[in-house]
C-alpha cells in the first residue's frame, strides 16, 4: 500500500504540473479534476496505513520529480504548450499507476483491503481511459 501511496502523490503532483503547463481550460479542469481524485486515493491509502501499521509521511519518488521536472523543460524549450506531449506523459504515468493497482488487487485477493483497492482502481482505470482517449485525439 505504501507503493500505491507513493504513486497517488505522484499522479498528484503530476497532474497540477500538467494543468499548469496547458492553455486549454478543458484539459486543465480535468487534470486538476483527476490531481484532486488522486490526493482523495492518497487520503484513504494512508488512513489504512495508519490503522494497521502507523502514519508516515509521503512526499513522492524522485523518479516522478524528475519526470515532471523534464516536462517543464521540454514544454520551456519548445516555446508553445504542447498538449499531445503533455496528455501523452500524463498517460505514460497513468500506465505505471494503473499496472501497480493490478498487481496489489492480485496481491491482496481475499483480505480486507481487496475492496478498497478495487475502488481504487476503478477509478485509477476511468482516468487512465479518458487521458489516453485524449491522447489518441490529439495524435489524430
Not at 39 to 45: F, K, P, S, T
Not at 60 to 76: E, F
Not at 81 to 92: F, K, T, V
Request: aromatic share 6%.
Amino acid at each position: 500500500m505504501r507503493e500505491l501511496r507513493r504513486l497517488c502523490v505522484d499522479s498528484s503532483k503530476g497532474f497540477e504540473e500538467c494543468a499548469e503547463l496547458t492553455d486549454s481550460a478543458g484539459l486543465k479542469s480535468l487534470f486538476i479534476a483527476i490531481a484532486d481524485e488522486r490526493r482523495g486515493l492518497d487520503a484513504e491509502l494512508e488512513r489504512q496505513i495508519e490503522w494497521n501499521e502507523g502514519h508516515e509521511e509521503e512526499d513522492g519518488s524522485y523518479l516522478a520529480a524528475m519526470h515532471r521536472a523534464w516536462i517543464k523543460v521540454r514544454d520551456a524549450m519548445s516555446g508553445k504548450h504542447d498538449d499531445a506531449y503533455i496528455l501523452s506523459e500524463a498517460e505514460r504515468g497513468e500506465d505505471a499507476i494503473k499496472e501497480a493497482y493490478e498487481d496489489a488487487l492480485k496481491e491482496t485477493t481475499g483480505s480486507p483491503i481487496h475492496s478498497l483497492l478495487a475502488d481504487q482502481y476503478l477509478q485509477v482505470k476511468d482516468a487512465h481511459d479518458r487521458v489516453r482517449d485524449l491522447r489518441d485525439a490529439a495524435k489524430a
